[in-house]
C-alpha cells in the first residue's frame, strides 16, 4: 500500500497553475504536505506569494474575454467534459484527499462525485441565466440582462479540498468568469490534481488559475487587486472578517461562508432511533469537522436518559482510524491544535459539572501514535455556563444539553453568533411550522440531517456568513446586472 499511495501522490502535478502552465514560485520556494493520519511528510508543493499572485490575476485578465464571449453551448460542453474526468478519476482523488485531509476513503469519494455534481448542475444552469424585458414609452425596449463580472477570487478550506472547489469554480465559470483559487495549504494535492484533470479536459488557460502558497500574501492580493471583482471564501470566521474589511476598499462582491455552531433538537414524540443514528451519521461526517456539523445537541427532558443511552451506544460504534482503511467511519483531525481546543473545552465542561459518557481522550497507542486522533465522545450534563456551549468544537464531540419546552430550545439555540445550520426532530406538524420559523439560522433540516444539496441554497446568517452556493440562487453572485435602453423609434 505504500508504495502504491507513494505512486499516486507522484503523479499530482507540484506545482503553480498559471495561465494554463505548471511554474515553480517565483521564490522557488515549497510547502510540506503532512498525512495527518501517520505525521509522516508526504509533498512538497510550489510556495507562491504575492508575486505569483499578481501573475494569476494578469492570466485571469488575459483570458477573461475570450472565456466571456464564448458560445454558451462550447462553454456548457467543456463543464460537462470536467464533470465527466472527475467522475472517472473519482478513486484516484478520492485517494489523494484521504492521504492528505484524514477522511475515509468513502467519504472522500462521496465529496469528489458531489463535486462532479455541481460542475453538472452548473453546466446547465449558465443555460438559465435569464434576463427580463420591463415596460418602458412607445419606442423603447428596456432590457435587463446579466454578465460576468471579469476575474474571481476564490479561496477554499481543508475540510472539503475537493467540492469546496467545484462550488465555487463551477457557477463562476459557467456564467463566463475567470478564476484565481487558492486551496488550503494543508491540502493542496486535492486541488493540484483537480486541475491537471481541468486542462487535460480542454479548459482553456488562464480561465482557472491557481496558487498555493502563503495565505495572508496571496489574499491581500485578492482583496486589493481591482480586477478582481468578487471574492469568495469559505473558512473561519475570523478570516472571513478581515477579508471582508480589506475587500471594502476595492468594493468588489464578497460572499462568505463561515463558521457554525448546529443545534440539533430532539423533542419528546421524536423517533428516537432514527433520530440518533442520522445525528451520528451527522456529526462524524469527516469526524466532525464541518461547519454544518451539529455541536449542541438539545434534548427534551422527557427523553433525556434513553436518547442518551441510545446515543452513547451508537457513538461506541464509531470505528477510528487510518481513512484508507475501509471499514473505517472517522478520520484523524487535521492538526494537533484541532486536539488542543477540544481538550480545553471538555476540560472546563468537566469542571463545570459535565459528565464524559464516552471518549475524552485522544487516542495514541499503537496505529494512532502519531497522527491526530481522539476517541468519539458524548457529554451529559451540558450549561449555558461552559464553552462548548458557544465555541464551535470542529471535532468528534457531541454536548447534550436537556430541555423543557419549545420556547426555551428556541431561545437557547439561537443563543449564538452563528446562523449556518440547524436540525430537529418531531412529529408535530404545528411544531414544524414554528420552530423551522423560529430558527434564525440559514438552513433548517427537519427530522434529516442533510442540508447540501446541489440544487438547493446554501448558506448562512449572522457571523456564518453571507451570500449563497448551489441552486440558482448560487449563480446570481456571480453576474452583473445591467439595464439598456433601447431606442428603436429613431
Known amino acids: 500500500m505504500i508504495a502504491e499511495m507513494e505512486q499516486l501522490i507522484e503523479r499530482v502535478p507540484k506545482k503553480l497553475f498559471i495561465g494554463g502552465a505548471w511554474l515553480d514560485a517565483a521564490s522557488g520556494k515549497t510547502d510540506t504536505v503532512i498525512n495527518p493520519a501517520t505525521g509522516e511528510k508526504i509533498a512538497e508543493v510550489a510556495s507562491g506569494s504575492t508575486e505569483d499572485a499578481k501573475r494569476a490575476v494578469v492570466a485571469g485578465q488575459q483570458a477573461f474575454p475570450a472565456w466571456a464571449s464564448l458560445d454558451i453551448d462550447k462553454r456548457v460542453a467543456i463543464l460537462r467534459a470536467m464533470a465527466d474526468a472527475i467522475i472517472s478519476h473519482a478513486d484516484e482523488l478520492a485517494r489523494i484527499m484521504t492521504i492528505e485531509q484524514g477522511k475515509p476513503v468513502a467519504q472522500a469519494k462521496g465529496e469528489v462525485l458531489a463535486g462532479a455534481e455541481s460542475v453538472r448542475w452548473y453546466a446547465e444552469e449558465a443555460r438559465r441565466v435569464y434576463g427580463e424585458t420591463i415596460p418602458g414609452p412607445n419606442g423603447h425596449l428596456l432590457l435587463v440582462q446579466k454578465e460576468p463580472l471579469g476575474v474571481i477570487g476564490a479561496i477554499t478550506p481543508w475540510n472539503f479540498p475537493s467540492s469546496m472547489i467545484t462550488r465555487k469554480i463551477s457557477p463562476a465559470i459557467a456564467t463566463g468568469n475567470t478564476v484565481v483559487l487558492k486551496p488550503s495549504p494543508e491540502t493542496p494535492l486535492s486541488a493540484l490534481a483537480l486541475m491537471d484533470l481541468f486542462a487535460k479536459a480542454g479548459l482553456p488557460d488562464g480561465v482557472v488559475n491557481l496558487v498555493t502558497g502563503d495565505a495572508p500574501a496571496i489574499g491581500k492580493v485578492l482583496t486589493e487587486s481591482n480586477v478582481i471583482r468578487k471574492l469568495t471564501f469559505t473558512g473561519s470566521t475570523a478570516v472571513g472578517k478581515l477579508l471582508a474589511e480589506q475587500s471594502a476598499q476595492t468594493v468588489k462582491k464578497v460572499s462568505l461562508e463561515l463558521g457554525g455552531h448546529a443545534p440539533f433538537i430532539i423533542f419528546e414524540d421524536a423517533d428516537l432511533d432514527r433520530a440518533a443514528a442520522d445525528l451520528v451519521a451527522t456529526k462524524f461526517r469527516n469526524n466532525g469537522q464541518v461547519c454544518t456539523s451539529p455541536n449542541r445537541i438539545f434534548v427534551h427532558e422527557s427523553v433525556l436518559q434513553p436518547f442518551t443511552e441510545k446515543l452513547v451506544t451508537l457513538v461506541k460504534q464509531v470505528k477510528v482510524g487510518n481513512g484508507l482503511t475501509e471499514d473505517v467511519d472517522a478520520g484523524p483531525l487535521i492538526r494537533e491544535d484541532a486536539i488542543v481546543k477540544i481538550q480545553r473545552q471538555i476540560a472546563d465542561a468537566e469542571e463545570k459539572g459535565a459528565v464524559i459518557r464516552t471518549g475524552g481522550k485522544r487516542l495514541t497507542e499503537g496505529a494512532y501514535a502519531n497522527g491526530y486522533f481522539y476517541a468519539p465522545t458524548v457529554l451529559s450534563g451540558v450549561t449555558r455556563e461552559m464553552k462548548i456551549f458557544y465555541e464551535e468544537t470542529f471535532g468528534p464531540v457531541l454536548p447534550v444539553i436537556s430541555f423543557h419546552d419549545t420556547d426555551e430550545v428556541l431561545a437557547m439555540a439561537n443563543d449564538t453568533l452563528y446562523g449556518l445550520a440547524s436540525y430537529f426532530y418531531t412529529a408535530d406538524l404545528k411544531r414544524i411550522a414554528k420552530v423551522s420559523q423560529g430558527l434564525q439560522y440559514g ?48
Open 443 to 490: 438552513m433548517v433540516g427537519v427530522n434529516s440531517g442533510v442540508v447540501a444539496y446541489p440544487q438547493a441554497p446554501f448558506g448562512g446568517t449572522k457571523h456564518s456568513g453571507f451570500g449563497r452556493e448551489n441552486g440558482h440562487q448560487g449563480i446570481e453572485d456571480y453576474v452583473n446586472i445591467k439595464f439598456v435602453n433601447l431606442n428603436y423609434s429613431l
